[in-house]
Nanobody, 123 residues
């Protein structure tokens, strides 16, 4: 059974930093793209960042470009999201995601979702 488990969320002051982690199990995640989505209160889920299966290609939403960095450690089946210069509008539940298809460059429309981790930015 495929599982994605996020950790690292919490309450952070505006301008601060936080790193999210996602531990994957039950699948060959070292051979597939991984990424992050988020959902703010009252809003739809939106794409945040993606990383290719080799880790040599990344993509970001315009709203986080230059502030967030996605990375992965395939040996640990783990993907990270380093979030810097945080703003109140970054407050959301952050979801780790992955597609079922192997050797992908981006998550596209993900097939697998974690349970989410809350990140709250105070002003």
């Amino acid at each position: 059974q495929v599982q994605l488990v996020e950790s690292g969320g919490g309450l952070v002051q505006a301008g601060g930093s936080v790193r999210l982690s996602c531990q994957a199990s039950g699948g060959t995640f070292s051979s597939t793209a991984m990424g992050w989505f988020r959902q703010a209160p009252g809003k739809e889920r939106e794409f945040v960042a993606t990383i290719s299966w080799r880790g040599d290609s990344t993509g970001y939403a315009d709203s986080v470009k230059g502030r967030f960095t996605i990375s992965r450690e395939n040996a640990k089946n783990t993907v990270y999201l380093q979030m810097n210069s945080l703003k109140p509008e970054d407050t959301a539940v952050y979801y780790c995601v992955a597609p079922a298809r192997l050797y992908t460059l981006s998550v596209g429309s993900p097939d697998y979702w974690g349970q989410g981790t809350q990140v709250t930015i105070s002003s």
